[in-house]
């Protein structure tokens, strides 16, 4: 089976293509193809080997988000196909996007205020879990309608953080 995902690297939009290969994964980033053989001695955790390097790497989901934090740097990766949380605004108003905390964490900083205009994929927050620092970004063009949180707060998974409209 084969899984592609999406990640951006400043204006950059680059894709993951993970293959299952007997008991390896062929993993190819743009241009380049790797054979890696995973373990995974316990969850969210992975041992993996790539040629002679080993490296460990932490991974937490949120539906069809990944975050992988290794070798000192972290990655969003989603499906292409994934489609932000909307919800109908009140008295009928138009959907609002959610920005939603993937994992348990500590929002380290807010970078947008309400009434801020967002692209997509730009910052809005960051937060800190499991040893990862993780980017939140916009899932939508908008203006930022209602900010949910703050630098210091903890939040539980799936907890409002932003909402654009």
């Known amino acids: 089976m084969k899984t592609e995902f999406t990640y951006q ?11 299952r290969e007997g008991d390896c994964f062929r993993v190819t980033v743009g241009e380049h193809t790797y054979q890696i053989r995973a373990q995974r001695p316990e969850h969210g955790r992975l041992n993996l080997q790539v040629g002679e390097r080993r490296l460990r790497a932490h991974v937490a989901s949120d539906g ?13 990766l989603e499906r292409p196909q994934l489609q ?9 108003g138009p959907s609002v996007d959610r920005v939603e905390a993937p ?4 929002v380290l900083d807010v970078t947008v205020a309400e009434g801020d205009e967002v692209a997509r994929g730009d910052l809005v927050a960051l937060m800190s879990a499991m040893k990862m620092e993780l980017r939140i970004t916009a899932p939508v063009d908008g ?3 209602k900010v949910h949180c703050q ?4 939040v539980e998974r799936g907890q409002l953080l932003v909402e654009i409209g």
């Open 151 to 154: 630098a210091g707060q903890v």
């Open 143 to 145: 203006r930022v309608r």
């Open 9 to 19: 690297v400043g204006d950059q939009v680059k894709t993951v293509t993970v293959e």
């Open 103 to 106: 994992m348990p964490g500590l």
């Open 84 to 92: 932000p949380k909307r919800r109908a605004a009140a008295a009928g």
């Open 64 to 76: 069809l988000r990944r975050y992988v934090a290794m070798a000192g740097q972290t990655w969003t």
